[in-house]
Nanobody, 118 residues
Framework: QVQLVESGGGLVQAWGSLRLSCAAS????????MGWSRQAPGKQRELVAA???????NYADSVKGRFTLSRDNAKNTVYLQMNSLNADDTAVYYC????????????WGQGTQVTVSS
């Protein structure tokens, strides 16, 4: 059983910052990819950023230069530092963990709301 526990969402003014955390527990493979996706009202879920256990990071173009993803492998935890937030960043943010040679084992957190007021 794998669980993802997210924290750090909330309400912030435009140009402000928030830090999201996601801790994974359970049977975690040493080789995995963790990251964040988000879903705004009326839109499809989109990848925000993902990091492999080897620290290779992929960012969505819309957040490059503003968001920083990092991980602590010993704690199976990822952190998403979000700076210069704008209204377009308002969404429910979901933590994701993928394991297996093709990422076939995929787990999602319950989601945390991020609201940016302009």
């Amino acid at each position: 059983q794998v669980q993802l526990v997210e924290s750090g969402g909330g309400l912030v003014q435009a140009w402000g910052s928030l830090r999201l955390s996601c801790a994974a527990s359970g049977s975690i493979f040493s080789i995995n990819t963790m990251g964040w996706s988000r879903q705004a009202p009326g839109k499809q879920r989109e990848l925000v950023a993902a990091i492999t256990s080897g620290s290779r990071i992929n960012y969505a173009d819309s957040v490059k230069g503003r968001f920083t993803l990092s991980r602590d492998n010993a704690k199976n935890t990822v952190y998403l530092q979000m700076n210069s937030l704008n209204a377009d960043d308002t969404a429910v943010y979901y933590c994701n963990l993928k394991m297996g040679w093709s990422g076939q084992y995929s787990y999602w957190g319950q989601g945390t709301q991020v609201t940016v007021s302009s």
